[in-house]
């Protein structure tokens, strides 16, 4: 956040000097000014996603502020281009090598998920998801299969003020949902499951990430996001249909009768299929 803050901070000042105008057309200074740019940031981030993806949503925070300068608008929405381009480079690459390890995850684990009815909301906004689960290193069908467990993908605000992902240490407020307040959410629902991670790696083996997983960790996952009991190093889930419900192949179908809706794991199998069929 320093770096952001420092960024920000000295882009206003740079832009300070220059005079509102109605109708612009970049100059050759602009186009020197905008190359000088690029590259200190790119020297800043030095390849790193998370980063580029931090300048980017930065970038894009400043730019209603100056909209009513053309010049520093245009100065602006060339450099969240670029990063955003290089954020979009590195994301299908990364898609890319890690296909074949998500298709045989999927080949493994994919059979005996019940059908369910209810109308799926939760690929509406995929891609802001995944870029935000690619800038964390976190595996978009784990973001997703979560959203529709808490909140069944709904594009709202749950009346108990806890957000999309029913984070209780986080008042949302209720009913309508700004973009803004949606992506936070996500980014909060992140940093909240890594934070579990962190606290009990001593105890738990957690192997999540945008490239790969485990059985094992999602199980984890579910057990600390909605309570759950460690054995073995896994968290196991106090309530048992959150991680199965759907999902005919654990324990002979038990949690699959009457099913309603997906569990987290036949969730996370169906999104991930989707992915795959859609964007690698």
């Not at 995929?126 to 529709?148: E, G, K, M």
């Not at 909140?151 to 992902?165: E, R, V």
């Not at 960790?217 to 054995?231: D, K, L, V």
Request: charged residues 15%.
């Amino acid at each position: 956040m320093k770096k952001l803050f420092l960024f920000a901070i000295s882009s206003i000042t740079i832009f300070s000097g220059f005079t509102v105008t109605y109708a612009y057309t970049p100059t050759s200074q602009d186009q020197i000014t905008l190359v000088q740019l690029k590259n200190t940031l790119d020297q800043i981030n030095s390849g790193n996603v998370t980063d580029i993806w931090n300048f980017s949503t930065q970038i894009k925070k400043l730019q209603p502020m100056v909209a009513n300068d053309p010049r520093i608008t245009y100065l602006l929405q060339e450099l969240h281009t670029h990063l955003y381009g290089q954020f979009s480079i590195a994301k299908i690459k990364t898609k890319q090598a890690s296909k074949s390890g998500w298709n045989n995850f999927l080949a493994q684990y994919n059979t005996g998920i019940v059908a369910i009815s209810m109308e799926d909301k939760c690929f509406g906004r995929y891609n802001t998801l995944d870029n935000i689960s690619f800038a964390n290193n976190f595996p978009t069908a784990l973001t997703v299969a979560t959203r529709y467990r808490e909140s069944h993908c709904g594009y709202y605000l749950p009346k108990n003020g806890d957000g999309p992902f029913q984070i209780l240490a986080k008042e949302y407020g209720t009913g309508e949902i700004t973009e803004e307040t949606f992506t936070q959410s996500v980014q909060d629902f992140i940093d909240f499951s890594k934070t579990k991670y962190a606290n009990y790696k001593s105890k738990v083996d957690i192997n999540i990430s945008y490239t790969g997983t485990d059985l094992n960790s999602i199980i984890s996952h579910g057990g600390f996001y909605n309570g759950g009991t460690i054995s073995g190093r896994i968290v196991f889930p106090n309530a048992p249909k959150y991680v199965y419900e759907g999902y005919a192949n654990y324990n002979s179908g038990q949690y699959a009768s009457g099913a309603i809706r997906h569990g987290l794991l036949p969730k996370f199998l169906k999104t991930l299929e989707f992915e795959l069929n859609n964007y690698y």
